[in-house]
């Protein structure tokens, strides 16, 4: 199975990405990465394709659903042969309310009968704290609470990642899970280590090794990795490759760039043929 995610630069903001650049993403990952799950990020609301509605499973955020006014987000697609659907109950938790769209969160099966919950993130680079003031008026985080999402050894003020880590965290505990997307942080930045560190010690394991592979590449030239994927443990034994794909299309069509991950869906530490 190959999983590709990327952030299209999609929301509606004057000099982002265009629905027709973004339909020009979505057939470069069907066609040319062959991607069987597309985990996509800041999917405008006209930007994905008929085709890939009429011909693929798609979990997307609705609109006037929770707190979701905007007209873009977070977004899952499948080939329906992986028999995608929107994880039940995900929702039941409060925190992942607030997150809705920018977190979406699906099911698909693998090894016949086993299930494989998959979540596409984008946590955008704000304080949780601030992010809830603003913008979130139906939750109120308490001091306690804050300092709980903190990363360990860490004196940076918890942020919007951190916030969706530990509720995603609380809802794949135990579970086979695939995670990717845009989590706006990285080893180069202040308390980046922390939050890998943490993530390791609950038992997310990343997709691509150390060192980082730019996947955000700014207007001055700086490169960073903010996009990353994590899964279980038994799920990390079936990865086969992982790679960022940095080329002149694919800078033309988002300041991101697209992560592909392949997982052997025969058996652990089987490719597929």
Known sequence: MRIVSWNLHGAAVP???????????????REDLRADLILAQEVSADGIPDDVRAEWSVVAGVKGRYRKDWNWGSVIAADPALGLRECSGAYDDV???????????????????STLSVASVHTA???????????VKTL???DLELASIRRPDCIERPYINDFAF???ERLFRGGRFFIAGDWNTCRKYPGGPN???????????????EPEEPT???RSGNAYQLDHAFCDPTTARSLTSAAAVANDLTKSLSDH???????ATSSPNHPKS
Do not use: K
Request: charged content about 20%; proline content about 3%; hydrophobic content about 45%.
């Open 15 to 29: 000099g982002r990405a265009t629905n027709e650049q973004q339909h020009r993403a979505w057939r470069y990952m």
């Open 95 to 113: 925190w992942l309310q607030q997150l809705y769209d920018l977190v979406v969160v699906g099911e698909i099966r693998i090894l016949g009968s």
């Open 125 to 135: 680079a704000m304080p949780a704290e601030d992010w809830l003031s603003q913008y």
């Open 140 to 142: 109120t985080l308490t």
């Open 166 to 168: 530990h509720a995603l």
């Open 195 to 209: 939050f890998f560190d943490r993530a390791e010690a609950s038992a997310w394991m990343q997709c691509l090794d």
């Open 216 to 218: 955000y590449f700014t």
């Open 257 to 263: 760039v697209p992560i592909v991950i392949e997982v």
